[in-house]
């Protein structure tokens, strides 16, 4: 299975691993509507295709994923509330996608990752962190809270550190990652990575497709339970912060470079 090169989602199968490469790296892998699309296809394709085992999730450039791309949406012509309901479905469909399907899906970020980029991870089987990957949840610095990937965060991550890092927005290094539980794997050389991925992937081309999808369900039964219904209160929960002037004050600082007025850090 292999998808044209200007795709921006690319596709190769290789020893019955499909392998899925955000490749728009101009827009920080950001989840257009058009990436959404062409991932949600490759995603399903690989889930019934029989020759295809389990999927590797990647990226092209410095950026793992930024999250949703509110300016495309924008763009084409939806209103800001249109625009973030159409991102929030989005992300649900996905992380429902990776974690419903009967095959494993392996993250390997090497890059930054952002906002919904930590959706995909936290759907992930089993995620794998490289030296350059770097974690931020800065969305309560901008009025808002990282309400739909809480859905598949809070079951990995510890208590402990989502209570930090869900508030403080704080930059944190893949090793953190790590002990957190937010990835599975944290490298420190892409030497290392590799290793790692050939590792996963050779346990995993040696288990039986049924066996696959039964133990992968024992995995992902709590996090399922009860998936759409809180999907569905966080995603309103997003859309009300994202029409509070809060919200406002805080995205327009952002984009002007400026601090808005709840800011008291030192200068």
Not at 3 to 15: F, G, K, Q, S
Not at 42 to 67: E, M, N, Y
Not at 82 to 103: F, H, I, N, W, Y
Not at 186 to 201: F, K
Request: include cysteine.
């Amino acid at each position: 299975m292999v998808v044209d090169a200007d795709n921006i989602v690319r596709a190769e199968m290789t020893r019955a691993v499909a392998t899925l490469t955000l490749n728009s790296p101009s827009t920080r892998n950001a989840l257009s509507s058009a990436l959404v699309a062409q991932l949600s296809s490759a995603l399903s394709d690989a889930a019934a295709d029989p020759a295809i085992r389990a999927v590797v999730l990647t990226h092209a450039g410095g950026t793992f994923c930024a999250g949703a791309d509110l300016g495309e949406a924008l763009r084409r012509g939806l209103s800001p509330e249109q625009a973030t309901a159409e991102g929030a479905s989005a992300m649900v469909g996905l992380m429902r996608t990776m974690l419903t399907m009967p095959k494993p899906v392996i993250v390997v970020a090497d890059g930054h990752v952002r906002a919904g980029g930590f959706g995909l991870v936290g759907a992930a089987d089993v995620a794998l962190a490289g030296p350059q990957a770097t974690f931020a949840l800065t969305e309560a610095r901008l009025g808002l809270a990282p309400s739909i990937i809480s859905v598949v965060l809070l079951p990995k991550m510890t208590a402990r550190s989502a209570g930090r890092y869900f508030l403080t927005g704080e930059i944190f290094d893949p090793a953190t990652a790590e002990r957190s539980g937010l990835v599975t794997r944290a490298a420190s050389s892409g030497e290392e990575l590799s290793r790692i991925v050939d590792e996963v992937l050779d346990g995993i081309r040696k288990a039986s497709p049924q066996g696959l999808a039964a133990s992968k369900a024992l995995t992902t039964r709590g996090i399922l339970a009860g998936f759409d219904e809180h999907a569905a209160a966080r995603a309103a929960e997003s859309a009300a912060l994202f029409g509070s002037e809060q919200a406002r004050e805080g995205m327009t600082a952002f984009l002007s470079r400026s601090r808005p007025s709840w800011d008291t850090s030192e200068p």
